[in-house]
């Protein structure tokens, strides 16, 4: 790897995660067309790219997500503490392996590679945490050669850090209060490939909302910075060419703004209320809004604060478009024209063989349903 200038992380990750995201296909959805988003003063939020910026907004620095690309499975290093790992292999979808040379992610272990949610043709995928790591190695699955797997360093806390205009006051949307990209450090760069924007919005009406969970690191330290690296792992490893979700959730409840969808200032949907396709169910993501939840939900419960927003998220969409949170659909892709049946409300399992959003966000999604369609504001 080509070396980037050193830092050390103020507060380094001590605990491990890998994440899963959903694969990329088609399109999705529509809300009424209004304003939908403004700051709590009404203020403009736009990201302009002077120092100075635009009246609303304010420059803020966050930390630079950098990668180095590398090809196969010997020892790679990075001159940086790294964040995460983005990795991705061809061949069998189980099998592969990381190590770490040093940090705090138990270095001198193998750990299984898993894509939790991940769901990519051909192989596998994986993002896992580094615990501030400058070495690791990788291990391909038997039958894979080591030529068939790429992988990329990813630094989300440290650096010099680039700048962007940020709202002066927090951004509602309906009432829900949420992080613009800009606010919480989205490079739009990465969005773009060859010069061009890799992934083209596309825009169809809202049929359902698909919850997820990321599987990655729980008592997160600085989820900011962790929805910068999936940003870096999606738009740049998988190749997205953008954050797969529509929204994200913390442990804290802070909402953040995922696929970009526009300048239009509102989140997820165009100015007609139509819903950028993003990509968090492979095959089914034209007008499928997915949220996900930060952290690993398989046995360890959403704390209260994130699944309080995930019911305020999901009430005033569903709300704006009419879509009754405890329906049961027919899901009509609106590109191949493929349906399946399924909750109005449901979980990346209800789609496709995967153990996401995890077992113990599931086993609640009934409760989501019955509060979101409540009157309680």
Not at 11 to 17: C, D, M, N, T, Y
Not at 140 to 157: C, E, F, K, Y
Not at 164 to 179: H, N, S
Not at 294 to 321: C, E, H, N, W
């Amino acid at each position: 790897m080509t070396p980037t200038p050193s830092h050390r992380r103020k507060q380094p990750l001590s605990r491990r995660g890998v994440i899963g995201a959903a694969g990329a296909v088609a399109v999705g959805g529509a809300l009424t067309p209004m304003v939908f988003a403004a700051t709590d003063s009404d203020s403009g939020s736009g990201t302009s790219d002077n120092a100075s910026g635009t009246p609303g907004t304010e420059p803020q620095k966050f930390p630079a997500t950098r990668t180095e690309a590398a090809t196969g499975t010997a020892e790679a290093s990075a001159a940086f503490a790294i964040s995460y790992v983005g990795v991705r292999w061809t061949g069998a979808a189980d099998g592969a392996g990381i190590k770490f040379a040093d940090g705090a992610a138990s270095p001198g272990t193998w750990r299984d590679l898993t894509g939790g949610c991940a769901t990519v043709e051909g192989g596998g995928t994986a993002l896992v945490a580094a615990g501030d790591a400058t070495t690791y190695e990788l291990k391909a699955p038997d039958g894979t050669s080591a030529g068939d797997v790429r992988s990329l360093a990813i630094d989300t806390s440290g650096g010099a850090g680039k700048t962007f205009q940020v709202p002066t006051e927090p951004t509602r949307m309906r009432g829900v209060r949420y992080l613009s990209r800009p606010a919480w450090g989205a490079d739009e760069s990465k969005r773009y490939k060859d010069g061009k924007v890799n992934s083209p919005e596309k825009y169809y009406a809202l049929q359902t909302i698909t919850v997820h969970h990321t599987v990655t690191l729980n008592d997160d330290p600085d989820p900011a910075s962790t929805v910068r690296g999936i940003y870096e792992y999606h738009a740049v490893t998988l190749d997205w060419g953008d954050i797969g979700y529509h929204f994200l959730i913390d442990e804290a409840g802070t909402i953040y703004e995922g696929r970009y969808s526009g300048d239009d200032g509102i989140p997820a949907f165009d100015k007609d209320g139509n819903l950028v396709t993003a990509f968090h169910t492979a095959g089914f993501n034209s007008g499928n809004l997915g949220i996900a939840l930060l952290g690993d939900l398989t046995s360890q419960p959403p704390t209260d604060a994130a699944k309080d927003s995930l019911i305020r998220l999901v009430k005033m969409i569903a709300r704006y478009k009419g879509l009754d949170p405890q329906a049961q659909v027919t899901f009509v892709n609106p590109v191949n024209g493929v349906t399946k049946d399924v909750n109005a409300i449901s979980g990346h399992r209800d789609w496709l063989q995967t153990e996401c959003p995890g077992q113990t966000m599931y086993d609640l999604l009934g409760e989501v349903r019955t509060a979101a369609a409540g009157t309680s504001s």
